[in-house]
């Protein structure tokens, strides 16, 4: 069981991979496969013998970003050397990796913003094609001679690019859209562009080269094209249900021997889809095989189909994080980690790993798809009516009336549940970890006391980047998903993930697009806005212009006076809207910098605004009808004694249960299907759609007793005045914005200023999840 509520039971054999594979590719003979690990903690290049499925060697990369291509004769990988803005070409010889020589496309990040991204070698090896995905261009390279021959500028962010047969014609998939660009090599130019579906990324050529596959990450499809006329033949939709929702994220094609079998990896379903190509223009599902975590590429070798999984096999407990390993172990790790390395930050926990699957029999593929649907939660029913109990407040389906109407969503930043509410004895806590107790936050703590405390809440994303993202979609694109971990690791990067880059967007837009269409009112005060301007075009008039974005030199009084100012305006006029957004995130803290607001004064400062906030709310006429949804964007990387996804939320309002306890495994897609119901919204992801709703927190019976705030326990003025080394580390972290602090230091000094200087930090846990199981019902089969 992964915290999102998905399981996953991988078929085949297994080998350990680095942090994050995100590509991987054959020699020519079949000799050799290269890995590509792309991660937020070690980036490195794996050689792997695919035959005897052992690890040869690897080389540690400071950067690298997705793109791989052997020379025909085997004797040279190439390897993108990420944001450093070359190309590294590794000698593979004795079945080793030598010295890397270097291709310089620029000036290392952030002077110079190239990344190559997907890249080919001609069969003489004296071209080398690499397409890039911070300039969008697509770079002709004499890699003897070290020389840029031409530089073709792309509409848009590119992710792969495959070379004809013939050497004639190269594809580009322009990520960031729904398109496929045709390079004519002897013109020298972008001859046409052929329209595929949404965020192409991974291109696939038959031998003969007069067929292209593309596969779609936001549309769950394969563009199948003919070469010949550059037309779309057939579209291959990968999901397990007929269903147009995001979700599925395919990202990986091969072909079998024969080319009569065509292997498509589902990065969100956690599955390859497999499809009969025997009779052209009429592919046919054959069935799912279940594989790891995040499947991010598939080869085929034989009849040996390998599959890298990017976020690995599974999410266990483990209590003292990632342990060091002997130089025997093939994972891939440093070895001689310590208690407080890299590798315990929650980005840097998932490793990924290579499966080796017998391609399978007819009967075997069969009990495959069985394990595939058993481990999906996901299905049609649950798009039209959603699982839950008659006469609640939240409606199962959509045009079922409520007697909420008014919804207020507030978005907090990167708390674990241990670190605030682990010293309630009414819940699954570790007063050991428990930093922002009672006395920190004796409104959070009345909060989860008189209405329901939920100590099963995890959240769907990593960090802020994706947080966000999940947060206002139920979806982070593969976009997003791919990108921020290089980002997170210091290596540069575009970023962007709160609005301001399209490219990043869900294909249908996050939840106020999807209010607008539906024509539901609607406002943000300080979600993706900041002080009257919006960072996306559905939230153009319909932001608070007061509100602050993240901003750690603003207190979150300073958001509640401007929500409640804006509030009472609307009120008067008796135009409060349906669904609102609420940014109130100094829970995020600034560390211990000097002079800065100490760690337990910030996170009291957005108690004492969170209990304002729903105070004033609730001696308002519009409270009967009113509730509030408070949960974190992430958890980031704060220790947690039984997941460290698992973060503190709450549900508050006239029809919430009072004085409860509920242990229902919830998470943000959950919580965000909940609003969805109430506010008669369909789904916008196949996980939102999944996702067990809050039915449980809520009662017919209304309790319209207003709440009194808990004044603060604490000196909110409180600065940090204490010169030791955590103050010093925290001079040099980035505050301008969310998580650009290293967020396992900034978490371990924030350990520090609660429990002291010479504390220790626990790492954070992964969770073997153990739930009673819903019985699908027969006709979901």
Known sequence: MLPNGWKISPAGRTLTLGDLPLNMQLSASGKLLAVTNNGQSTQSVQLIDPKTEQLLDQKELGKSWYGLAFSRDEKQLYVSGGNDNWILNFSTKNNKLGQADTITLGQPWPKGKICPTGMVVNKSNNRLYAVTKEDSSLYVIDPAAHNILKKVK????????????????????LWGSDKVAVYNIAAGNITTTIITGNHPNELLLNKKGNTLFVANASDNTVSIINTL???????????????????????????????????????????????DLTKPGYSKSMGFIPVGWYPTNVKTLGRKILVANGKGLTSMANPQGPQPVSKADNSGYHTGSTPNSKLQYIAGLFKGSLLFIDAPKPEVLKTYTREVYANTPFTNKKVAQAEGEANNPVPRKPGEKSPIKHIFYIIKENRTYDQVLGDMPEGNGDTTLCLFGQKVTPNHHALAKDFVLL?????????????????????????????????YGNRGGSTSFEGGRPATYPRDGFI????????????????????????????EGHISPKSPGFNMDIKDQVRVDAWQQ????????????????????????????????????AVADNDLAIGRFIEHLSNSPIWKESV??????????????????????????PYVKRNAVVHTMYSTSGFLRTMELILGLPP???????????????????????????PALIDLDRRNVAVNESSKRSALFNFAKEDAAPDLDLNEVVWKSVKGEDSVMPSPKRSAFVILEIKKDDDDD
């Not at 792309?154 to 998939?173: F, G, H, M, Q, R």
């Not at 005060?525 to 002080?531: A, L, T, V």
């Not at 135009?575 to 995130?585: G, K, M």
Request: glycine share 4%; net charge negative; aromatic share 12%.
């Open 684 to 710: 916008m992801s196949q996980y939102d759609a999944a996702a067990i709703p809050l039915y449980e927190c809520f009662t017919s019976k209304a309790d319209f007793t207003p709440y009194k705030v808990k």
């Open 628 to 653: 509030v949804f408070i949960l974190e964007d992430d958890a980031q990387n704060g220790p947690d004694h039984v997941d460290a996804h698992r973060s503190p939320a709450f549900v508050v309002g």
């Open 455 to 487: 100590d099963n809440f995890y959240v769907d994303a990593e960090v802020s980047a994706d947080g966000h993202n999940w947060s206002m979609a139920a979806y982070a694109t593969d976009i997003v998903e791919k990108t921020w971990p290089t980002s």
């Open 512 to 539: 106020w697009d999807y209010c607008k269409r539906a024509g539901i009112s609607y406002r943000s005060y300080g979600e993706f806005s900041d002080n009257g301007k919006a960072n996306i075009k559905a939230l």
């Open 229 to 275: 006329n550059n037309k779309v033949v057939e579209t291959i939709s990968t999901s397990l249900y007929p269903t147009m929702l995001t979700g599925s994220t395919t990202n990986g094609l091969a072909l079998s021997s024969n080319e009569k079998t065509l292997y498509i990896a589902n990065a969100d379903n956690n599955c390859l889809a497999v499809f």
């Open 566 to 601: 804006d509030f009472d305006s609307l009120l008067t006029i008796n135009a409060v809207p349906q669904f609102n957004t609420i940014r109130i995130s100094n829970d995020h803290t600034s560390g211990q910098r000097l002079g800065k607001i100490s760690p337990a004064a």
């Open 154 to 173: 792309l509409a848009n962010i590119a992710y792969s690019c495959v070379l004809s047969p013939d050497e004639k014609t190269l594809y580009i998939s």
